[in-house]
C-alpha cells in the first residue's frame, strides 16, 4: 500500500514535469515562429489588376529548408489549353501533365530551370508523366501541336508563395515576422528578368499591405488557331 502511494505521488510529479516540460516547449515554438501575412496588390501602368503573378516572401536557406515541404501538383490539358495556365511550386515537387482532351499533345519545356520533352500521348497514355522540378527559377511549357498552349511553372525557394487573384491580389499566411524581402513575377512584367523585388517588414500581429504598380510588357502569345478541323492532332 505505501509502495502504491509512492509510485502514484512520483507519477504525479512526473506528469507535473511533463507538463511543465511541454508548455515551456511551446511557449520556445510560439515565440520563434510568428505566423503573420503579406497582402501584395498589383496593377499595371493603367491601373489593371494583374492577375497570375507569382509572389513569394525570400527567406534565408535555413528558414526556406523548414517551408519546403514537396508539393503535389498537376498541370492539365483542357480544350488545348493548359489548366492552370500558372503554378507556383515549392522545389523538390513532382508535377504531372495529365492529357484530358480527346487528342493528343506533346509537352516540352527548354527553360534552363528544367528541360524535359514528353513526345506525343492522349487521354490515359501512360496517365501522367510526372516530372521532378528541382531547381527554383520559371520554367515555360510549351505544346509542339498547339502553338498557342503556354503555361508557367514557377519554382519557388519555400511554400510561402501566392498567386495573384482576378483582383491583382496574392495573401501570404504563416510568414515566421521580422524583416523579409519579397519577389513579384509576371511573365510579362517591364523589369529585368520579369521580376521585382522589396523588402518588407512583417509585423508581429496583423497583416503587412502592400500596393504595386508596375508596367506589363506587350502581350506576345501567339494567337490560337481556330478550331474547325478535326483532325487527331488539331
Ligand atoms: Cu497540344
Known sequence: MILLKQFCQWLNKCSLNAVRLLLASFMLISSQVQAQSLRVEL????????TGAVVEVLLPEALAAEYRAPMEWAVDQVDKEFVPEVSAVVAGSEVRFPN?????H???SFSPAKVFNIPL?????NVDFAQMFDNPGVIEI?????????????????RLMAITDENGVAIINDIPAGERSYAVWHARLDTPDNV????????DSGVAEVQLQQALQR??????????????YR
Open 100 to 104: 484530358s482532351d480527346a487528342i493528343l
Open 219 to 232: 502581350d506576345r502569345r501567339i494567337r490560337r488557331a481556330p478550331s474547325s478541323s478535326q483532325e487527331r
Open 121 to 125: 500521348y492522349g487521354q490515359g497514355d
Open 106 to 108: 506533346h509537352v516540352y
Open 43 to 50: 496593377r499595371d501602368a493603367d491601373g489593371v489588376p494583374v
Open 142 to 158: 510549351g505544346c509542339n501541336i498547339h502553338d498557342w498552349m503556354l503555361a508557367y511553372i514557377y519554382v519557388g525557394q519555400s
Open 196 to 203: 521585382l523585388q522589396n523588402d518588407i517588414v512583417i509585423p
